[in-house]
């Protein structure tokens, strides 16, 4: 599992628009007045830029990745109440909660496994910390312009998204609807909200390595028209736009005022 810095800029305007005001707006009202909320697969930081227009200034950030050279470029442009965690993320135990009045995390649990889920939940509820989980993959692509290939190479896709992404089996397009189930099983309650892509001709780069990172994996299932599928795709991305399915989800723990 692993993204580059500059896939992560190249998306992080799309990310913005995408999510959904109101979840996000509910979600730093529950990291309260004196926020500590620790980011779950930070890259960048784009979470904490997200969160700027709708939090006060008093938030402490605790930004935990894996890739050490994600999270230097974050601390070039974080401000001072920000600490980096260089943590493998599947050792849950070692996450840094304490006092933490909320968890974050952002296009990440589409590569998680259900148990990897349902342990997050666990130790969630022991700190009575909520959580809020942005732009999960929900399997869903369309295009302006449909192509004889799209059905195929979504499925494909899809396919691709629930192999071992490091977590063990990953959740992929289910990611949302497992989430909000685990979430509220543990006694969470739990509020969710769709936050598409839109992404249209002033997106045409996002547009292009969008479909070829589609192309790739679906390739890898053994699809042999994947490559001409991409070129096709490619040559719409100035006209075009498309449509990639997300959801948002919030999870208050229990007693949550």
């Known amino acids: 599992m692993g993204f580059s810095a500059t896939w992560l800029a190249l998306r992080e305007p799309a990310d913005h628009a995408a999510r959904d005001d109101g979840l996000l707006t509910a979600a730093a009202d529950a990291a309260g007045p004196s926020s500590v909320i620790v980011d779950l697969g930070s890259g960048t930081g784009s979470t904490l830029r997200a969160f700027a227009p709708v939090l006060n200034n008093a938030a402490a950030w605790?930004?935990?990745?894996?890739?050490?050279?994600?999270?230097?470029?974050?601390?070039?442009?974080?401000?001072?109440?920000v600490a980096l965690h260089d943590l493998d993320l599947r050792t849950l135990d070692a996450l840094p909660l304490q006092g933490a009045s909320l968890v974050t995390a952002s296009a990440l649990l589409d590569l998680c496994s259900r148990d990897w889920l349902v342990r997050l939940a666990a130790r969630l509820k022991d700190q009575s910390v909520a959580f809020y989980a942005a732009l999960n993959y929900d399997g869903v692509m369309t295009w302006s312009s449909p192509d004889d290939d799209d059905a195929a190479i979504t499925a494909a896709f899809n396919s691709h998204q629930r192999g071992d992404k490091g977590f063990g089996p990953a959740l992929g397009p289910d990611c949302a609807r497992i989430a909000a189930e685990v979430f509220a099983q543990a006694?969470?309650?739990?509020?969710?909200?769709?936050?598409?892509?839109?992404?249209?001709?002033?997106?045409a780069e996002l547009q292009r390595q969008l479909c070829d990172g589609i192309a790739n994996a679906a390739a890898e299932t053994g699809v042999t028209t994947a490559a001409q599928?991409?070129?096709?795709?490619?040559?719409?991305?100035?006209?075009?736009?498309?449509?990639?399915?997300?959801?948002?989800?919030?999870?208050l723990p229990p007693g949550y005022a």
């Open 62 to 81: 605790r930004l935990v990745d894996s890739d050490p050279v994600l999270l230097a470029q974050a601390a070039s442009s974080a401000g001072h109440d």
């Open 187 to 203: 006694g969470f309650r739990v509020t969710e909200a769709d936050s598409p892509w839109v992404l249209g001709p002033d997106q």
């Open 229 to 251: 599928w991409a070129a096709r795709r490619h040559a719409l991305v100035g006209d075009g736009h498309c449509h990639i399915g997300h959801r948002d989800l919030l999870a």
